[in-house]
């Protein structure tokens, strides 16, 4: 005997979500919103970052001079380096330096928006 009212198999079809079947998970309630939230940006193509909804272009800047600092610091010392600054223009450096000149100034080879 139906009980009347709206159930899963009344609702009008297709899915809110654009890339397909969905499935019940278990999080956190503290984090259930900020879970969902992430969901359907990442559903919708934007890209997502550790909560940043920016293009992406600045964060990965920032993350290269990040890695440098960290190398930089990193750095032992011995009777070759000791009185030497850190260089970054030794040829080993060169694919990150290309990478970072490319991500500032042709961002969209790279599937990023150009500010």
Known sequence: MSKGGATSTT???GSSWSSGDTKVIRVPVA?????LAWARL???GKAVLHGNTDDGQEIIVKAIAAYIELRRCSRHANQ????????ISARTWDELRRFKAMVQREPQK?????K
């Open 11 to 13: 609702w009008p079809s």
């Open 31 to 35: 984090i259930a919103d900020e879970v």
């Open 110 to 114: 790279l599937g990023l928006k150009n």
């Open 42 to 44: 990442r559903d919708s």
């Open 80 to 87: 070759h380096t000791r009185d030497k600054e850190f260089d």
